[in-house]
């Protein structure tokens, strides 16, 4: 029964990764889409009814692309579970090789990698009571190599704010 209480626990989280992936990837995405529209536009001007079809075709297009990489990268995170920099690494090189190996899909590598490297920096920074032996840094710790420590705001009339 505990065997299959935790596969069922990680099915759940597998699927709130995927959730996460394709939510993150399509907004991205969706910008993106709407950045290459308003270039295309600019190079060459179009009917209003033209750009709208531009735009959505377009949003569509980067929005899917964009949500199956970062989804696939959560999967692949999930079941690798990078605890280092270079897990994190490996992890990203898998999810975006099929990006790579296509060239008119290469140009949302960038992109693609600006995800992983939020994502990355949430995982390496974030406080996780479930898993204590992975790579913590602390606001305490933040603060004592910004050489700074937190103070309480005054207002003009020197009342705490």
């Not at 079809?53 to 297009?61: D, F, I, K, S």
């Not at 990078?82 to 590598?109: D, F, K, N, W």
């Not at 032996?133 to 103070?151: K, N, Y």
Request: one cysteine or more; a positive charge.
């Amino acid at each position: 029964q505990h065997m299959v209480d935790d596969v069922r626990r990680r099915l759940e989280d597998l699927g709130r990764f995927v959730a996460f992936g394709a939510i993150c990837g399509s907004i991205t995405g969706f910008s993106m889409g709407i950045v290459d529209t308003v270039n295309m536009v600019r190079r060459e001007p179009r009917p209003p009814a033209a750009i709208f079809r531009l735009a959505v075709n377009e949003m569509a297009r980067s929005g899917i692309i964009i949500a199956g990489f970062f989804s696939t990268y959560q999967v692949i995170k999930h079941v690798v579970e990078p605890r280092e920099v270079y897990g994190i690494g490996a992890t990203a090189t898998a999810a975006v090789l099929p990006l790579s190996m296509l060239p008119p899909l290469r140009r949302y590598v960038p992109f693609s990698l600006t995800l992983v490297a939020v994502d990355a920096y949430h995982t390496m920074t974030a406080a996780d009571d479930d898993d204590s032996d992975a790579p913590q840094i602390g606001a305490s710790q933040i603060r004592r190599v910004a050489g700074g420590s937190r103070r309480r705001s005054t207002s003009r009339d020197g009342r705490s704010g």
